[in-house]
């Protein structure tokens, strides 16, 4: 494939596959990060959280077994081979939070709906997208660059290579063993093993993730050009799409590029199989005044926190990075606190 279509549209294609995989879970599987945690702060009910235990379990033990067999070079990632700040992690996950509850969804979830014809979650991607740029190379930057300095680290970032070194336990065994407590702790409930639909989905989830760590390092070792080992993301890459909408004639695609449109492909598709297409708009100028506020909070806060709900919250945790547990509770405290502002604040100004 390297040889006929080169190197750089083959990683893009393998990221589109993976979207596809992750906008059909999304649309037909319901899979959706705030979703998850007001289901289980307000709605008492646990599904949606425990599809998120499955596919993170799962992510873990498939990319951890890849790695054993040599088909993923997870060592070279971002998340595991660079220096990271902690307060900017938690920090911008925080922040991630609380505008993915302002915006009513996440990066992801933003693309999964305008796929299914949501024309507010356009404006949400466009902020978002445009936001992460402030932040990597714009304005922002010089903030960031002293807040988060990034570089090669001395040793692995990651849980199982430090739990590796310490048991003399190599570190893909360690990881395997992780990812299978996980994925049994989301599995204990009678009635979640019932809901064979949502597992099915979760699993989609974690084979998207996984998979691209594989296609990306076997790119990598197969071809000629540097090409970076990773998985998918929605803050950054968002950002990365609309500069190469702009800019295709001279400018590579890249993975992010074929991720964002996979994710909306697959949407546009699971929308129409389930029905559930039709356009939509905003009516209320200050649901999209929200709106745009959260997506601005949430595409500088992916940036400082390296990842979204997705980056961090599955693709980091899927190689166990010290960071991926961090930015996930943050972003989970930043969600909650922008939820209850959202249901008890909000309403009580608009009663006034």
Request: a positive charge; hydrophobic letters at 55%.
């Amino acid at each position: 494939m390297i040889d006929w279509i080169g190197e750089a549209p083959t990683v893009a294609l393998i990221g589109a596959i993976g979207g596809v995989m992750l906008g059909l879970a999304a649309r037909m599987g319901r899979f959706c990060t705030l979703g998850a945690i007001e289901d289980v702060i307000y709605g008492g009910t646990w599904t949606r959280a425990r599809m998120w235990g499955v596919a993170l379990g799962a992510a873990i033990l498939l990319t951890f077994a890849a790695q054993a067999a040599g088909f993923a070079q997870i060592d070279q990632s971002f998340y595991l081979s660079n220096t990271w700040s902690p307060a900017a992690v938690i920090g911008g996950g925080l922040l991630f939070g609380y505008g993915m509850a302002m915006a009513g969804n996440c990066g992801f979830g933003a693309l999964a709906r305008l796929g299914g014809g949501d024309m507010r979650s356009f404006v949400i991607v466009l902020v978002m997208g445009l936001s992460a740029l402030v932040a990597l190379s714009g304005p922002l930057a010089y903030i960031r660059v002293r807040l988060t300095p990034l570089g090669p680290a001395a040793t692995e970032q990651g849980i199982a290579h430090a739990l590796a070194g310490a048991f003399s336990v190599p570190a893909p065994m360690i990881g395997m063993a992780v990812g299978a407590l996980i994925l049994a702790a989301a599995l204990w409930d009678r009635a979640f093993r019932q809901e064979r639909a949502s597992i099915l989905w979760a699993l989609v989830i974690a084979a998207a993730i996984s998979s691209a760590w594989v296609g990306t390092t076997w790119v990598a070792t197969t071809g000629f050009a540097a090409t970076p080992i990773t998985t998918h993301t929605f803050a950054a890459p968002i950002g990365g799409t609309m500069i190469w909408l702009m800019t295709a004639s001279g400018t590579a695609v890249t993975f992010g590029v074929g991720s964002v449109g996979g994710v909306l492909l697959g949407a546009f598709i699971g929308s129409l199989i389930k029905g559930h297409f039709r356009w939509e708009a905003c009516e209320d100028p200050r649901e999209l005044k929200r709106q745009i506020m959260g997506a601005v909070c949430m595409g500088i806060g992916a940036v400082f926190a390296l990842g979204c709900s997705v980056g961090q919250g599955l693709s980091a945790f899927s190689v166990l990075a010290y960071s991926a547990p961090l930015v996930s509770v943050s972003i989970v405290a930043g969600a909650a606190f922008g939820l209850k502002q959202l249901i008890t604040g909000f309403r009580a100004l608009d009663a006034s």
